[in-house]
Antibody, heavy 114, light 110 residues
């Protein structure tokens, strides 16, 4: 079964850091580009970041550029999102999604609050 | 920045046809994708590349494209189709075609 499972979410104070992970299974992870997408409570979907299959190409939404870092470990079938300098407005459910949109994880909630 | 525009809400009775539109200037050049999201769940792809249906998605879901507007059509709507629907395409104005999402449409089955 093709599956993505996120972890690492939680409550963090403004200015703090958090690292999200996304474990892939059931497909050849190293062949696919990946994305992070987030959804603030009661709001719509917002694309956050993209990484190519070999990590050679990386992009970020303007809202997170300079604060978030996407990475992957193909040997471990894992995708990561390092989030620094977190703000209240980063509060959201964070999803990892395979390029093409066919597969999404169940999401992990990040709450930034003092 | 590039935007996709959807109606906030659509309401239909069971068995009727629901049509949800999505407008964007780049849609004639970029494919559109549609996602269904039920409360507390992750999005599910229901249409890709404007009109293709992934395996496992019921035939009542279809997609079409005309100029700067794409449309998700749900024929013979069922109660289980009540959900939020998001269109997604690519912002080709920069060096990378970042995902861009519409604001979402809440489908209510009366």
């Amino acid at each position: 079964e093709v599956q993505l499972v996120e972890s690492g979410g939680g409550l963090v104070q403004p200015g703090g850091s958090l690292r999200l992970s996304c474990a892939a299974s059931g497909f050849t992870f190293s062949s696919y580009s990946m994305n992070w997408v987030r959804q603030a409570p009661g709001k719509g979907l917002e694309w956050v970041s993209y990484i190519s299959s070999s990590s050679s190409t990386i992009y970020y939404a303007d809202s997170v550029k300079g604060r978030f870092t996407i990475s992957r470990d193909n040997a471990k079938n894992s995708l990561y999102l390092q989030m620094n300098s977190l703000r209240d407005e980063d509060t959201a459910v964070y999803y990892c999604a395979r390029d093409g949109g066919t597969t999404w994880g169940q999401g992990t909630l990040v709450t930034v609050s003092s | 920045s590039y935007e996709l525009t959807q109606p906030p809400s659509v309401s239909v009775s069971p068995g009727q046809t629901a049509r949800i539109t999505c407008s964007g200037d780049a849609l004639p050049k970029q494919y559109a994708y549609w996602y269904q999201q039920k409360p507390g769940q992750a999005p599910v792809l229901v249409i890709y590349k404007d009109s293709e249906r992934p395996s496992g998605i019921p035939e009542r879901f279809s997609g079409s494209s005309s100029g700067t507007t794409v449309t998700l059509t749900i024929s013979g709507v069922q109660a289980e189709d009540e959900a939020d629907y998001y269109c997604q395409s690519a912002d080709s104005s920069g060096t990378y075609m970042a995902w861009v999402f519409g604001g979402g449409t809440k489908l209510t089955v009366l």
